[in-house]
């Protein structure tokens, strides 16, 4: 019910005086018009929030791919076609595609190794002459 509506029922109901009727509806009616204006501005924060979450998923998901500039790859993706859920997560995202556009824009994914690189028997061998080495260095 409406602020409105509720001093009109009020003031039928006798219970407000008709010189205060008319102020409280003056005031009724400001307070509406606010609310509503609040209500608008809520609204389109709601919308900036969706668009922020959007961009945050995109930036991270360039990211993932091993993306080296994202302002550069974001320039690249037609974030209309972009859409985001919290469930569902991205979707109209295609980034092997923009990989394949602009391959330069992305690390390359590289194996990484375990150790040094060296044959193991190598250095288990180079080990064994510097023993040796040592050994009869001492004179045993």
Request: cysteine-free; aromatic content about 4%; charged content about 40%.
């Amino acid at each position: 019910m409406k602020l409105t509506q509720m001093v009109e029922k009020f003031a039928k109901q006798g219970m407000v005086n008709p010189a205060a009727k008319v102020e409280l509806m003056q005031a009724a009616e400001e307070m509406e018009s606010q609310m509503q204006e609040m209500q608008e501005a809520l609204d389109g924060k709601d919308g900036e929030l969706a668009e922020n979450r959007k961009t945050a998923a995109v930036e991270r998901a360039i990211l993932e791919a091993g993306g080296k500039n994202v302002k550069a790859i974001m320039a690249l993706i037609d974030m209309d076609e972009v859409s985001y859920d919290e469930k569902k997560g991205l979707m109209g995202l295609d980034m092997e595609e923009v990989k394949a556009e602009a391959p330069y824009l992305f690390h390359e994914k590289a194996e990484k190794k375990k150790g040094t690189g060296a044959a193991k028997n190598s250095q288990k061998k180079r080990e064994d002459e510097i023993r040796e080495a040592f050994r009869r260095g001492l004179g045993r």
